[in-house]
């Protein structure tokens, strides 16, 4: 009997270029915040902490704006679509998802709150020896002594949401063959022809006019620390 041939795969363009570039950012940034404030650069470990701030701000403002697989709309679902996903984990047929499926875009949304938590408290923080944020002299002790705890603790409960996905990002590979890495690379997945329609694309000078205000606002945070003392 003869083998039938391969079926003919198309890529589909899924991930825009913005939602790769916070991505990959943040993937080289945690691993530098954590080695700068390891090493005493604080100087460079308040300016990553401005980088992540302002990507994840790009990123919320996106997910509301932007490409169609970036909107939280699109692949914010409830939590018995994800528990229903991950029981077909093992399906090698499972269709292929265009964008996050119902489990993963949960994780995106703690992660981005998580991200988020870290680089705000951070605003607040004062280590009382080396280092404080901007905005620290401008609130009580109290609460910069809780922003400090919480920018302490948080990282470690990212890196642990960050095992994780990539655990999961491991599972998809071994268990459906689907290398989920390239995706995130490349921006495209291989489907047969006229599986999935493309997603439609966010426009590129909406991109760049919101990366610019979250750059912007960040910037202007960054001006209000007040004058005196160290960091």
Not at 3 to 24: E, G, I, N
Not at 200 to 205: E, S
Request: hydrophobic share 60%.
């Amino acid at each position: 009997m003869d083998t039938p041939p391969p079926q003919t795969l198309v890529p589909v363009k899924v991930w825009d270029p913005w939602v790769r570039l916070v991505h990959w950012s943040i993937v080289l940034l945690l691993p530098f915040s954590w080695w700068t404030a390891e090493t005493g650069r604080f100087d460079w470990h308040v300016w990553s902490g401005y980088a992540v701030l302002a990507l994840v701000a790009f990123r919320i403002a996106w997910g509301l704006m932007g490409s169609e697989t970036a909107r939280f709309r699109h692949f914010l679902k409830g939590p018995a679509a994800a528990v229903a996903h991950l029981r077909h984990l093992r399906d090698r047929a499972a269709p292929v998802e265009i964008g996050h499926n119902a489990a993963g875009g949960w994780m995106v949304l703690v992660l981005l709150l998580l991200l988020f938590a870290q680089a705000a408290s951070g605003l607040f923080a004062d280590d009382m020896i080396l280092t404080r944020g901007p905005l620290a002299r401008r609130v009580d002790e109290a609460t910069s002594d809780l922003a400090t705890r919480i920018h302490l603790r948080v990282f470690w409960v990212i890196v642990a949401a960050a095992v994780l996905h990539v655990l999961a990002v491991v599972a998809y590979r071994v268990l459906q063959g689907r290398n989920l890495v390239r995706a995130m690379v490349t921006g495209a997945v291989a489907v047969p022809p006229g599986a999935a329609r493309p997603p439609r694309m966010g426009h590129p000078l909406l991109a760049v006019a919101l990366l610019a205000a979250a750059l912007g606002v960040v910037w202007w945070i960054s001006t209000l620390a007040v004058p005196g003392g160290f960091g």
